[in-house]
């Protein structure tokens, strides 16, 4: 079946420490990737995206993401977190065929950062 | 320019109640999507709309409905409301005027927080 997985519901971090947030999926053909992040309350902001080309995305806030085909995944990492880095982030596919305008979305992480 | 933008933000209703919600897209973005989020289930996608045309629809009940008008903006209603609707309903935008991954990549409003009593 067709799907993403964020398989770490809950990451505790140290300010200033490094971030990485694990997305692996299951199609059939490579699908577009994104990473958007929600703060409480708050909608989705896309942090970054990957369509081809160069495996190593670079986004906003100082995230970037890596695109391993051989491992189906997309993980995003972040060099040194900051405190206002503490929110809900999630992966997602799209570009699917007959799937226009549809993201399909992992669970999700949430991520807590102490200082 | 603009975000996307919804309105309201925050509603309340009661059981078997109807609403409406309004999304206005980022100015020249033709595609809208809704999506339904539930601590439960997580991000569902409930519709596509683009051109004033139903595109492509998630596994919702029929009460759950849409319509998108000639300058793009989009509302969707949900009738006979039931507890389990209350949710965060996110509307997103693509510009989608030839399908590319570019245009093909959403823009997130804040979102509608529906609470059903």
């Known amino acids: 079946a067709q799907s993403v997985t964020q398989p770490d519901i809950h990451i505790t971090v140290s300010e200033g420490a490094s971030l990485e947030l694990r997305c692996n999926y299951s199609?059939?053909?490579?699908?577009?990737l994104f990473w958007y992040v929600q703060s409480p309350g708050q909608g989705l902001q896309l942090l970054l995206k990957y369509f081809s080309g160069d495996t190593l995305v670079q986004g906003i806030k100082g995230f970037e993401a890596e695109f391993k085909r051989s491992q189906s995944s997309f993980n995003l990492r972040k060099p040194s977190v900051h405190w206002s880095d503490a929110a809900e982030y999630f992966c997602?596919?799209?570009?699917?065929?007959?799937?226009?305008?549809?993201?399909?979305f992992g669970a999700g992480t949430q991520v807590v950062v102490t200082p | 320019k603009a975000g996307v933008t919804q309105t309201p933000r925050y509603l309340i209703k009661t059981r078997g109640q109807q609403v409406t919600l309004s999304c206005s897209p980022i100015s020249g973005h033709r595609s809208v999507s809704w999506y339904q989020q539930t601590p439960g289930q997580g991000l569902q996608f409930l519709f596509e709309?683009?051109?004033?045309?139903?595109?492509n629809k998630g596994n919702f009940p029929g009460r759950f409905s849409g319509r998108q008008f000639s300058n793009s903006r989009s509302e969707m209603n949900v009738s006979t409301l039931e507890l389990g609707d209350s949710a965060l309903y996110l509307c997103a935008s693509s510009s989608r005027l030839v399908r590319t991954p570019s245009t093909d990549t959403q823009y997130f409003g804040p979102g509608t927080r529906l609470t059903v009593l």
């Open positions: 199609y059939g053909a490579t699908p577009y």
């Open positions: 709309y683009f051109s004033e045309t139903q595109r």
């Open positions: 997602a596919v799209g570009g699917l065929t007959d799937s226009w305008g549809k993201l399909q």
